[in-house]
């Protein structure tokens, strides 16, 4: 009989077999994570790549942060409610101490949180989705990573809570309010409470609500308390010491982060069958693509939306010291429809929260926007993303909210039209992929100097 520790990906089994390949999944990612979290106790939760003094002191002449969303805060966007910093990290960061990571997610993914905060050791701002009584689900999630997994949560990860306003949870204590009912304690005999979640449970579903991805990531950055933010996905895993080497990228290559310099910095993505292990360097990265165990992100399901300028070349290169810059372009030509994740600041243009998870091509308005007001992607040479171990072979969501598609679709072309007459009309960006326009459009000269990191 074919054991479970040889499934691919691309074996995707049927009946009972799809039951036992997702227990087999379930379990190989628990004790990968135990792996994980015995690690990071033995450690005696010391943050190993704090940047320099030195650094820190050099970047903060030129650099400053406005702070509006530093202490617990309640406000409004649109028709949702936001609790910021609702629970709020311990340790505290000065605005070029380092570099925040921020992303949305709800209760059910907050299992990648030990691997995340594992390979980032530093600020990590999380934006939850929690509508009615997932809003309980959520705060007892919250507390079962504050109190039984290893310190570093508790020191790194602050959580804002967003709901719809017309989906406001009941209070359990009348004599209390939402703000003051999250308890931190939590029976660790207990499991956590997303394992027991069912879709169908959740007051989401039951009501069916759309998940407002682009609300959460606004709040999630806006909240961000370091001057460089890195708006990223919770499934999405960096590698290891980036904040330390960017920060010494940043110091000798200030020219490129002028008040009026119109640059983001981009980390390429790739996703790796669900039986390999995390790589923990480029160089064993390009082992890994050349044995085919890892593959562009997305690669079966939009390749287009996710490769990186000069990708080929990219791919082949060396791995070098440090960080740098190794190719620059715009999102143009075989880019067009490209949708990266990159390090950027809060001077870029936000999300638009007319667009949801359902409706798909949720980044599509940013980054349109970005192209429209010509900014300069510097892609990195030695960092990059990897997905949480599985490839994606289709969208089902393009099926099952194929109306709600549809109408985004339609609702993104009307949004192009707003942008073209806020920043000027731009034949070159585009919001869907049109071979006649597949010109290559750059990539622009890198002009950045070495940056001698260890």
Same mark, same amino acid.
């Given at each position: 009989?074919?054991?479970?520790?040889?499934?691919?990906?691309?074996?995707?089994?049927?009946?009972?077999? $799809?039951?036992?390949?997702?227990?087999?999944?379930?379990?190989? +990612? &628990? *004790?990968? /994570?135990?792996? #994980?979290?015995?690690?990071?106790?033995?450690?005696?939760?010391?943050?190993?790549?704090?940047?320099?003094?030195?650094?820190?002191?050099?970047?903060?002449?030129?650099?400053?942060?406005?702070?509006?969303?530093?202490?617990?805060?309640?406000?409004?966007?649109?028709?949702?409610?936001?609790?910021?910093?609702?629970?709020?990290?311990?340790?505290?960061?000065?605005?070029?101490?380092?570099?925040?990571?921020?992303?949305?997610?709800?209760?059910?993914?907050?299992?990648?949180?030990?691997?995340?905060?594992?390979?980032?050791?530093?600020?990590?701002?999380?934006?939850?989705?929690?509508?009615?009584?997932?809003?309980?689900?959520?705060?007892?999630?919250?507390?079962?990573?504050?109190?039984?997994?290893?310190?570093? $949560?508790?020191?790194?990860?602050?959580?804002?809570?967003?709901? +719809? &306003? *017309?989906? /406001?949870?009941? #209070?359990?204590?009348?004599?209390?309010?939402?703000?003051?009912?999250?308890?931190?304690?939590?029976?660790?005999?207990?499991?956590?409470?997303?394992?027991?979640?069912?879709?169908?449970?959740?007051?989401?579903?039951?009501?069916?609500?759309?998940?407002?991805?682009?609300?959460?990531?606004?709040?999630?950055?806006?909240?961000?308390?370091?001057?460089?933010?890195?708006?990223?996905?919770?499934?999405?895993?960096?590698?290891?010491?980036?904040?330390?080497?960017?920060?010494?990228?940043?110091?000798?290559?200030?020219?490129?982060?002028?008040?009026?310099?119109?640059?983001?910095?981009?980390?390429?993505?790739?996703?790796?069958?669900?039986?390999?292990?995390?790589?923990?360097?480029?160089?064993?990265?390009?082992?890994?693509?050349?044995?085919?165990?890892?593959?562009?992100?997305?690669?079966?399901?939009?390749?287009?939306?996710?490769?990186?300028?000069?990708?080929?070349?990219?791919?082949?290169?060396?791995?070098?010291?440090?960080?740098?810059?190794?190719?620059?372009?715009?999102?143009?030509?075989?880019?067009?429809?490209?949708?990266?994740?990159?390090?950027?600041?809060?001077?870029?243009?936000?999300?638009?929260?007319?667009?949801?998870?359902?409706?798909?091509?949720?980044?599509?308005?940013?980054?349109?926007?970005?192209?429209?007001?010509?900014?300069?992607?510097?892609?990195?040479?030695?960092?990059?993303?990897?997905?949480?171990?599985?490839?994606?072979?289709?969208?089902?969501?393009?099926?099952?909210?194929?109306?709600?598609?549809?109408?985004?679709?339609?609702?993104?072309?009307?949004?192009?039209?707003?942008?073209?007459?806020?920043?000027?009309?731009?034949?070159?960006?585009?919001?869907?992929?049109?071979?006649?326009?597949?010109?290559?459009?750059?990539?622009?000269?890198?002009?950045?100097?070495?940056?001698?990191?260890?």
């Amino acid at each position: 009989m074919r054991s479970f520790s040889h499934f691919h990906d691309s074996y995707i089994p049927n009946g009972m077999c $799809v039951y036992m390949y997702t227990e087999w999944k379930i379990a190989l +990612d &628990q *004790e990968k /994570t135990r792996h #994980i979290e015995d690690m990071l106790r033995k450690e005696d939760i010391i943050l190993n790549y704090d940047i320099s003094s030195d650094i820190n002191d050099e970047l903060s002449s030129y650099f400053q942060c406005d702070n509006t969303y530093k202490h617990r805060m309640v406000s409004q966007r649109g028709s949702y409610y936001v609790i910021y910093n609702f629970v709020k990290a311990q340790r505290k960061f000065g605005c070029t101490e380092s570099v925040t990571l921020s992303t949305p997610a709800d209760y059910r993914f907050l299992d990648n949180i030990i691997p995340l905060v594992d390979r980032w050791r530093g600020p990590i701002s999380i934006a939850l989705y929690a509508p009615g009584h997932d809003f309980y689900t959520t705060l007892n999630s919250i507390a079962y990573l504050r109190n039984c997994k290893p310190a570093i $949560v508790r020191q790194l990860v602050s959580f804002h809570l967003v709901f +719809d &306003q *017309e989906h /406001t949870p009941n #209070i359990k204590n009348p004599k209390g309010s939402l703000l003051d009912s999250y308890e931190d304690l939590y029976n660790c005999s207990l499991p956590p409470p997303w394992q027991a979640a069912n879709d169908e449970y959740m007051y989401k579903t039951q009501h069916g609500l759309f998940y407002p991805i682009n609300v959460l990531r606004n709040v999630a950055k806006l909240a961000s308390q370091t001057y460089f933010i890195f708006p990223s996905d919770i499934e999405l895993y960096p590698t290891r010491r980036f904040i330390h080497l960017f920060m010494n990228f940043a110091k000798y290559n200030i020219a490129l982060f002028g008040k009026h310099q119109r640059n983001v910095f981009v980390l390429p993505v790739f996703e790796i069958l669900a039986t390999q292990t995390i790589p923990e360097n480029k160089t064993q990265l390009q082992k890994m693509l050349k044995m085919k165990t890892a593959i562009i992100f997305h690669q079966k399901v939009c390749v287009v939306c996710h490769r990186v300028i000069d990708s080929e070349k990219w791919v082949k290169a060396k791995e070098t010291e440090g960080l740098n810059v190794f190719s620059v372009g715009q999102r143009v030509g075989r880019h067009m429809v490209w949708e990266p994740f990159f390090v950027c600041t809060q001077n870029e243009p936000l999300w638009d929260e007319r667009m949801t998870w359902e409706g798909q091509n949720n980044k599509m308005v940013q980054v349109y926007t970005m192209c429209v007001m010509k900014y300069n992607f510097h892609v990195l040479d030695n960092a990059f993303l990897i997905h949480k171990p599985g490839v994606k072979s289709k969208k089902v969501q393009l099926e099952k909210f194929k109306v709600i598609v549809t109408e985004s679709t339609k609702k993104i072309k009307k949004i192009a039209v707003e942008l073209q007459n806020l920043y000027g009309f731009n034949p070159n960006c585009s919001t869907s992929y049109q071979r006649k326009k597949h010109r290559e459009v750059g990539p622009l000269k890198a002009n950045n100097k070495k940056a001698q990191n260890t």
